[in-house]
């Protein structure tokens, strides 16, 4: 039986990060099982994904539509099923009722039209979609790259999801400034955590930490980490 080298590869890789993963609950004294990895999958192949699945992996990340939709179809017609798929990036609102056709979980819902329109989408697909409310971590912007919801516009908006019937608020998002240190930004992401987990009880999902940061973000409670280059490999540059 001959060995896809791509297959040892990436079974390297995911089994490097699985130990660092350990390593980092290990050293938080939590437990490895409160903790879901998603490989984020984004500009690598669905076979892939079919790859991942084979060593394990039952959740993947992706962050463009309509890439991200693309993919899943493939996935499935390769005959995997059981992959949960996350979507991780922006999305437009006039997407995303495509992205809630496809996606099991959006970790990016950072304003109330973008509530309303996943809800429609979730509905007309018949289907419940788990919701996360991305957080801004970046104290020093000053508007422009904002990716995510202010801090204090946290509670309105996962009001806004908990009232829709086709969504499902689990928890938090959040991507650590790149100038900031990520220990103090995903400590502010779990204060911000515990007030929603006080008004919210079942959403306690906190999705941080990626290929660089993630010892940091298991320190401070993540239940999800997302991780792409440390087991896909280096990406080639977005355009
Ligand atoms: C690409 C991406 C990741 C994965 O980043 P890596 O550095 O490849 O681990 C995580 N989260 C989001 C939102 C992303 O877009």
């Known amino acids: 039986m001959s060995v896809d080298p791509r297959d040892a590869e990436l079974a390297d890789a995911l089994a490097a990060v699985r130990l660092r993963v350990e390593a980092a609950c290990a050293a938080a004294r939590r437990v490895v099982d409160e903790v879901t990895l998603v490989v984020v999958t984004k500009t690598y192949p669905a076979a892939d994904v079919v790859r991942l699945a084979g060593l394990g992996v039952t959740d993947a990340g992706e962050a463009r539509h309509p890439e991200a939709g693309r993919k899943a179809d493939e996935v499935a017609r390769a005959g995997v099923t059981g992959v949960r798929w996350h979507f991780v990036g922006a999305v437009q609102t006039n997407k995303a009722a495509a992205v809630a056709r496809y996606s099991d979980v959006v970790h990016s819902v950072d304003r109330a039209r973008l ?71 995903f400590a502010r992401l779990a204060e911000v955590a515990a007030d929603l987990a006080a008004g919210h009880p079942a959403a306690r999902w906190v999705s941080a930490g990626m290929s660089a940061d993630l010892e940091h973000a298991v320190a401070a409670g993540a239940t999800h980490l997302r991780v792409g280059r440390a087991v896909l490999g280096e990406r080639p540059p977005l355009h």
Not at 119 to 124: C, I, L, N, Y
Not at 139 to 147: F, M, P, Q, V
Not at 154 to 174: F, I, K, N, S, Y
């Open 115 to 185: 509530v309303s329109a996943l809800e429609r989408g979730a509905a007309r697909a018949q289907r419940t979609l788990d919701c996360l409310v991305q957080v801004d971590l970046d104290e020093s912007a000053a508007g422009g790259g904002r990716s995510g919801a202010h801090r204090d516009d946290v509670p309105a908006l996962a009001d806004a999801v908990d009232g829709c019937e086709h969504l499902r608020l689990r928890g938090l998002m959040a991507v650590a400034p790149l100038a900031a240190n990520p220990a103090a930004a």
